[in-house]
């Protein structure tokens, strides 16, 4: 079963896109949020849910942008 949630979050990754930038979206497991490079910002997930609002997004810090 794990591995199918992997799976079919790494499909939900391939249509997902920043409401912002449109711009592609990754996962980073350390703060499990989606982020984006070319809005520069971080898409905080909620019970598995990722919530894609500008308003609940947090600006990317430095070291995140050159990671």
Request: proline share 7%; net charge negative; with cysteine.
């Amino acid at each position: 079963i794990h591995k199918i949630r992997i799976s079919m979050y790494m499909k939900l990754l391939e249509v997902l896109a920043c409401p912002v930038s449109h711009g592609q979206l990754f996962y980073h497991a350390h703060t499990n949020e989606l982020f984006c490079p070319a809005s520069g910002l971080a898409y905080p997930i909620d019970a598995g849910i990722p919530v894609l609002l500008e308003a609940q997004a947090r600006p990317l810090t430095d070291e995140e942008k050159q990671a």
